[in-house]
């Protein structure tokens, strides 16, 4: 099969408005017959669920929570990007469009960018509309703050908690299409199988996770919205639940997957501490803002740090390495995800770390706390001069922007970060490849759609902080609701896709032998053992630096791994019940799938681009060696019965609009 | 640390359960809470018994997936957190630990710790929600100033996380907590101002037909909302329900 992104032709700036002009729409009364599967009920899918519904479609909706609300589009913290220029700072759609492409290194597609960046101003408005509560000036107009690789302020948010008050937003609506009927809503269901019948996906198999009854239902079209698969990492950002299956289920059935290996490990989280944690907590980067990043510039200052002898309160103004600063000074700690999670690996590699296990970095708020604070007292007509004043004043502007934020650091560490700096450290947080899909966002799976971080298309090998927000409410409030109805004016006479068909029949036996199997396993290890083992593989041969050699060795133990699960994995409790350790049997089932070819991808780029680095591909002083002549293209890989046999189609990227050139932060 | 676990073992929502006690030890103070159920679960199954369930996903605090009654406290006895958040330093070697799901008529017990809250999804069924729909041609969203005292407020109303820590606390199973948050976010900016007296008299409704009880002003909720909701939120919603009434 060859892959069409069926980009549509035209200047780029008007491809998505005469696109919109000329695709088939279904009438009022033809959408009432129609059936829509949405899977995942975060941004990308409370918003497609939603505006589908209130456009006039059957929609039903799956999540594996207890209730919609509580996709983990919730924890996102800094903020939403948009090209509103409210700061009159020079922003436009291009400008954002531009960052875009260049932070993610050049990897992602333009026509589906810019398409992102045009639709990002409606994105702020609908939310605002809907009575989403973004900070806002004395003035009462709307803030906006700045994010790495940009030197605009285009970032809306509300305090730390922005992904929260979208997905509320987003809930709000579907709750008045639930409350309508519009919706059906499936809480406590996970997604195990999709139901392909003449070649289009026509349903899914789900698991009721409350009393384990497998559930056929069908619809005209499959929409799915379950995030990205950081989680095969075992220890990541994404919630304990967030997993690949929905999609990994797809990818076995026909959806090509694109681009595994690009994986974006943040570069401010909460350090590791012990081997009993169970996941890591992200400190936003809209932090970066106004945190400092260092480590001591003296080897004897760091030893004893690490030693518990030295605080780094103590440490003198001369005697720190602000080493963004140093090393980037025209984007200084603002420089992108990638390029700063690297650069405190160097440090730490080097020796400088912090930390009682050296993998640490200062973020430090003293120089932002009293910059703050003597605005304030000027404001104020205050002494400028009395520092204890000065800290105060200080102390709660920095509280009012990132309060809760603080107060989390505070609760796991133990430590007070107004007064100490805080220690931070890079941590899996976001996924930029995922299901191939073209510019209708539909998969390699006719009818079978993808959205946010799931599919692969607009982040590149990078994505800049603030973008999945508005990629996430772009695909589901603005990009599918239209697209979709293109593919479903042809259903307008089919009728309801009844669900005794063999189809779902096999997909249901496929279901109900890999459940058996696992429960009837007479293994000795938790399902954890064995995530946790596959979490090690890939961090530390698929992790922040990778080379040949680690990776090869990474694909063998992970299918040695995989086989070990299905021997010796024990899973309690029965089928038919509430039972989370089979949930969690299922989903790492898939992980130690996915990570095989994770790896696989990683090999076959003989590049470093983004998120992906590889240590053979590097310049003298440490950067990410590109190449374009061999590498300018999405690698989708099309399943052929085990990860490693997947076969490799290619998507050339083509750049009309801008020019592809090194990336530079200097 | 070596702890006693006194922990609620209930089969399904039919079947009677039971305190059951467990013995954990090697606790480390920096492990969270859920962290060392972890531990235990994992002893559990690897010793061929039954975890223990409980709700957890984003365990940061925010999605409002735990619960949790920890010695008598809903979320347990630190304040302003989940109890994801909770940490072990909380507590002293020896020490017995009661650990319950979050009780009320409206929230049944599924299994052990994990109990049914789709109650507060059917509340906001009822009117939690600006009814516009999208289109990308809504006007722009500078074009209504909202003064940042009223957004900040409407902001601190609408950080609830809908975990249903109110309800357990309260002795009468009150969720006014939780619903004057909702009514109060939009109560307080002109986007919500339009449909204000049919939310709060739909969403009302709908909560005391669900089976939730009374507010007698105690207080307890506020006390024990891991996000600080305040007080003051029932107050503008008895203001509204009011208004609303008397239509």
């Known amino acids: 099969m060859k892959l069409d992104s069926k980009i549509p032709n035209g200047p780029l700036d008007k491809k998505w408005s005469d696109y919109k002009n000329h695709i088939k729409l279904v009438n009022p009364a033809n959408k009432r017959n129609i059936d829509v599967i949405v899977v995942g009920t975060g941004l990308a899918g409370g918003s497609a669920a939603a505006t589908l519904a209130e456009l006039g479609y059957n929609v039903k909706a799956f999540c594996y929570q207890d209730s919609p609300r509580r996709a983990h589009s919730i924890a996102a913290q800094g903020g939403i990007n948009a090209s509103k220029n409210y700061q009159g700072d020079g922003d436009s759609v291009y400008r954002l469009f531009y960052d875009t492409v260049k932070g993610g290194d050049y990897r992602a597609r333009e026509a589906n960018v810019y398409r992102l960046a045009e639709v990002s101003e409606n994105i702020i408005d609908q939310c605002v509309a809907q009575g989403v509560p973004f900070a806002r000036e004395y003035g009462g107009l709307l803030d906006n703050r700045s994010f790495g690789g940009v030197q605009v302020s285009r970032t809306f948010y509300a305090k730390g908690q922005t992904g929260q008050q979208l997905l509320l937003g987003a809930y709000s609506a579907m709750n008045r299409q639930i409350g309508r009927g519009k919706i059906k809503m499936y809480n406590r269901h996970e997604m195990l199988d999709i139901v392909l019948v003449d070649g289009k996906a026509r349903g899914i198999i789900a698991r009721n996770l409350i009393n384990g009854e497998i559930e056929r239902h069908s619809a005209h079209a499959v929409v799915i919205c379950t995030g990205g698969y950081g989680n095969v990492f075992f220890l990541s950002t994404n919630a304990m639940g967030s997993n690949v299956t929905a999609a990994w289920k797809a990818h076995k059935r026909g959806a090509y997957f694109a681009n595994p290996c690009y994986t974006q490990i943040h570069p401010t989280c909460i350090p590791v501490t012990g081997d009993h944690q169970s996941k890591l907590t992200l400190m936003s980067e809209s932090l970066r803002n106004d945190g400092r990043i260092w480590v001591p510039k003296k080897m004897e200052d760091a030893i004893a740090i690490r030693e518990g002898k030295l605080k780094p309160t103590q440490i003198a103004e001369e005697d720190r390495d602000y080493y963004l600063e140093r090393r980037y000074p025209s984007f200084g700690n603002l420089v992108p995800r990638d390029v700063a999670s690297r650069a405190a690996k160097e440090r730490c590699d080097a020796g400088y770390g912090v930390n009682s296990t050296g993998e640490a970095v200062y973020l430090d708020f003293a120089s932002a706390i009293e910059r703050y604070g003597k605005e304030q007292a000027r404001i104020q007509h205050l002494d400028e001069n009395d520092a204890k004043l000065v800290y105060k004043l200080g102390k709660d502007v920095v509280e009012n922007k990132y309060g809760n934020l603080f107060q989390m650091y505070e609760k796991i560490v133990d430590e007070d970060p107004y007064t100490t700096p805080m220690m931070i450290y890079p941590a899996v947080h976001y996924t930029m490849g995922g299901l191939w899909v073209d510019y209708n966002l539909m998969s390699t799976i006719e009818g079978c759609y993808i959205l946010g971080e799931a599919n692969f298309s607009d982040h590149g090998a990078n994505r800049l902080g603030a973008s999945a927000l508005m990629q996430g409410l772009a695909d589901g409030y603005f990009v599918l609701p239209y697209t979709i109805g293109d593919y479903l004016a042809n259903d307008i006479r089919t009728g309801a896709i009844p669900t005794d068909l063999p189809e779902f029949a096999a997909a249901e036996k496929n279901v109900r032998d890999i459940i058996d199997h696992l429960m009837n396993n007479k293994g000795t290890h938790s399902v954890d053992h064995f995530h946790k083992k596959l979490g090690k593989i890939m961090w530390d041969k698929v992790g922040m630096a990778r080379n040949a050699k680690g990776l090869t060795e990474a694909m063998d133990e992970i299918a040695e791994l995989r086989e070990d699960f299905y021997k010796n994995v024990k899973v309690s409790g029965t089928a038919e019940s509430f039972n989370q350790e089979l949930e969690k049997a299922l989903r790492v089932a898939d992980f130690l799938e996915l990570g095989e070819l994770f790896a696989k991808d990683a090999l076959h780029r003989e590049e470093s681009c983004g998120g992906h680095f590889r240590e053979e591909h590097q310049t003298e002083d440490g950067e990410a060696k590109r190449d374009d002549e061999n590498f300018a293209y999405v690698a989708a890989w099309e399943y052929k019965g085990n990860p490693r046999e997947a076969v490799l189609h290619k998507e050339d990227l083509v750049y009309e609009n801008i020019k592809l050139v090194t990336r530079s932060y200097k | ?247």
């Open chain 2, 1 to 247: 640390m070596n702890l006693t676990l006194k922990i609620w073992r209930q089969k399904n929502a039919k079947e009677k359960g039971q305190m059951v006690d467990y013995k954990i030890s090697n606790v480390s103070p920096d492990m969270s809470f859920l962290e060392m159920l972890d531990v235990l679960n994992n002893e559990l199954i690897e010793k061929g018994d039954d975890p223990v369930a409980f709700d957890h996903d984003c365990r940061e605090g925010i999605c409002g997936m735990c619960s949790l009654f920890i010695n008598g406290e809903a979320h347990g006895p630190d304040r302003g957190i989940t109890t994801c958040q909770l940490h072990m330093r909380m507590f002293k070697d020896g020490d017995t630990i009661y650990i319950e799901p979050f009780r009320a008529k409206a929230f049944p017990v599924i299994k052990d710790l994990v109990v049914d809250r789709t109650a507060f999804d059917k509340i906001q069924h009822a009117g939690g929600f600006v009814s516009v729909n999208t289109s990308g041609n809504t006007q722009d969203a500078n074009a209504i100033p909202i003064p940042k005292h009223d957004a900040d407020r409407a902001f601190d109303a609408a950080t609830c996380i809908g975990c249903g820590a109110c309800v357990a606390t309260c002795k009468n199973s009150s969720a006014m907590l939780f619903v004057s948050a909702k009514v109060s976010q939009f109560a307080l900016l002109p986007q919500g101002k339009v449909e204000a007296a049919e939310r709060v008299l739909n969403m009302v409704n709908e909560m005391d037909a669900l089976g939730f009880g009374n507010c007698t002003n105690t207080g307890a909720c506020e006390v024990e909302c891991p996000k600080g909701i305040s007080l003051e939120n029932i107050a503008r919603m008895n203001r509204e329900y009011l208004k609303a009434s008397l239509k």
